[in-house]
């Protein structure tokens, strides 16, 4: 039924998605720009409509009594933002122990325009050895999918800068929040 909603809601708005359908069975989901809450909504859409079942990192002020339930039943992880608790080193474990993860991220870690991305992606990728699937939302071509399959070398600056020359020329749904200079 989600599904079915979710193309039907893609249909109407004129949204396709590009790009490779086959995800690897552990990677990050790297997904930009993220400059509005409808990002949410349609990348669920989209994560739906190609059977995946992500989790993806939250605000640990929405996990409220009721909300938290709905929050985790849908794949949220809660990130502390007031506390030092090594979330890169916590999200390596989770992938070396499970099976098969999907797991979203928004590097920019607001919808707001940022000087530059959290790096934390970076590390978890290159620490747990998953790939990194880039994944645009571009509102000015109502286009949603895989850029490419990303294996970081390791080697920081030019990793970020080739992630940044894929996103450069994406449009996010207020393009004034998006800063293309990710670093």
């Known amino acids: 039924m989600k599904r079915l909603l979710s193309k039907l809601i893609f249909k109407l708005n004129g949204w396709k998605i590009i790009g490779i359908k086959n995800f690897p069975k552990k990677c990050l989901v790297l997904s930009a720009p993220h400059t509005s809450n409808w990002d949410f909504m349609l990348g669920r859409c989209y994560a739906y409509i190609l059977n995946l079942t992500p989790k993806y990192m939250i605000k640990s002020e929405l996990f409220l009594?009721?909300?938290?339930?709905?929050?985790?039943?849908?794949?949220?992880?809660?990130?502390?933002?007031?506390?030092?608790?090594?979330?890169?080193?916590?999200?390596?474990?989770?992938?070396?122990?499970?099976?098969?993860?999907?797991l979203g991220i928004t590097p920019e870690g607001t919808r707001t325009r940022v000087e530059r991305w959290k790096s934390g992606f970076h590390h978890i990728s290159v620490k747990?050895?998953?790939?990194?699937?880039?994944?645009?939302?571009?509102?000015?071509?109502?286009?949603?999918?895989?850029?490419?399959?990303?294996?970081?070398?390791?080697?920081?600056?030019?990793?970020?800068?080739?992630?940044?020359?894929?996103?450069?020329?994406?449009?996010?749904?207020?393009?004034?929040?998006?800063?293309?200079?990710?670093?």
């Open 65 to 102: 009594p009721v909300l938290s339930i709905f929050i985790k039943w849908n794949g949220g992880i809660p990130v502390y933002r007031n506390s030092k608790n090594n979330v890169v080193d916590q999200l390596v474990e989770l992938f070396k122990n499970s099976n098969q993860l999907h």
């Open 128 to 183: 747990a050895n998953v790939p990194i699937m880039l994944i645009k939302m571009d509102y000015a071509k109502k286009e949603i999918g895989v850029m490419c399959e990303f294996n970081p070398s390791g080697n920081f600056e030019k990793d970020m800068l080739f992630i940044q020359g894929k996103y450069e020329n994406v449009k996010g749904k207020i393009p004034e929040y998006y800063n293309p200079k990710i670093f």
